[in-house]
């Protein structure tokens, strides 16, 4: 079975695409920093829902030596590694006057850095990956090469006042991604899904006015959902003409 790591995953738009990836004959990592149970019932629910196997691991991306050992863990469990889903993330709402420089770089760490670590330490695993399938190949149907597919934001489009580190971190994600597209090509594909408002616990906190104003700006009139955002992740993941581009998924926003 082919391998993949979804950083992040213990909850969210990772959780649907961790899931979504179990259903389409992957074994999993799914990775968290913070929630144990939360990733433990991510696992348990693909091992009882599919045939695939995950497995839990707890590492900071934001940190080079966690984001090696999380890679390392993967290809332990699974003995290779085919897909990589930079998905790990966090963002904050505050105007740049009242921004700390910690802060900032905390953004940066998980949002941007994390996706450099995972995929710097992938690298050899998916290269790897490469060659097998090349090898395989000869007797079979082509399988997708080996992909990378960064989750970067609509704000990395369009810039936010409220949280600049975000919006910037997430345009830094769009740059990465092209950049290792042509750096790694043939043998493997980058691309990013950017995702518009989408329900989970990062958009939790607006209120019924906030959510109103939002809705509005939405021509579909509806927030996405996280299985939105899976299923244009493994669009990427298969489509094997498709690298260094992004793939708009806000239900019309980025329009208006
Ligand atoms: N929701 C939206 O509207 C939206 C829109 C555009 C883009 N996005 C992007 O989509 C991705 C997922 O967002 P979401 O809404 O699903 O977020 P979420 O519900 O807040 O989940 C964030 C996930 O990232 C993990 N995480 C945070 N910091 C980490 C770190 N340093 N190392 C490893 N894992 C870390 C969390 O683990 P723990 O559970 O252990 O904390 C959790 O699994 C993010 O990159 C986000 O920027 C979201």
Redesign the pocket.
Known sequence: MPAALV????????RAIAERFARDGYDVAV?????AQ??RAVTDAIEQETDAEAVAVR????DSEEAADLVAATVEAFGRLDHVVN?????QHVYTEDLSPADFDRVMD??VN?AFNVTKAALPYLRKSAEDDAESAEDSDPAPTPSITN????LGHTGAPVECHYAAS?AGLLGLTKSHAGDFAPEIRVNAVA????E????ADRTEEEKAAELESIPVGQYGQ?TDIAEAVAYLRDAGFVTGETLNVNGGELMR
């Open positions: 950083t992040g995953s213990s909850r969210g738009i990772g990775n968290y920093v913070q929630s939360r990733a590492a900071d991306v934001g998905n790990a993330g966090v963002d998980t949002n994390g989750v970067s934001s609509i997430k995702p518009g408002h989408v989970t616990d990062m958009t996280p």
